[in-house]
């Protein structure tokens, strides 16, 4: 079974940057598209960021909320095993909880924002930002 577990998530100020982490076990991480997630109490979870698998013909190709563009960066290291978002310039309402998740999602750009399409998920990792 695919295990993701998050970290990095911690109380910051508004402007401060913060990356979290994700280490995927039990599977093949090149060939599993990546996303994270966030969701804040009584909110919806909300799709942040995504990455395709390494194995995709077409090259890395990376997807943001249009909110999260300039700030937030999503990455992975195949050699770690190990997805990461570098979250820069924070602002409270960032304030949630984040999710990694994983899947086989392809080559299509809409499936990669939407959280029914991951099988994959880790148990998130609380971000706090204080003004």
């Known amino acids: 079974q695919v295990q993701l577990v998050e970290s990095g998530g911690r109380l910051v100020q508004a402007g401060d940057s913060l990356r979290l982490s994700c280490a995927v076990s039990?599977?093949?991480?090149?060939?599993?598209?990546v996303g994270w997630f966030r969701q804040a109490p009584g909110k919806e979870r909300d799709f942040v960021a995504a990455m395709n698998a390494a194995v995709n013909l077409g090259g890395d190709r990376t997807y943001y909320a249009d909110s999260m563009k300039g700030r937030f960066t999503i990455s992975r290291d195949d050699a770690k095993n190990t997805v990461y978002l570098q979250m820069n310039s924070l602002k409270p309402e960032d304030t949630a909880v984040y999710y990694c998740?994983?899947?086989?999602?392809?080559?299509?750009?809409?499936?990669?924002?939407?959280?029914?399409?991951?099988?994959?998920w880790g148990q998130g990792t609380q971000v706090t930002v204080s003004s």
């Open positions: 998740a994983a899947g086989i999602l392809g080559v299509r750009p809409d499936r990669y924002q939407s959280w029914h399409q991951y099988d994959y």
């Open positions: 039990g599977g093949t991480f090149s060939s599993l598209a």
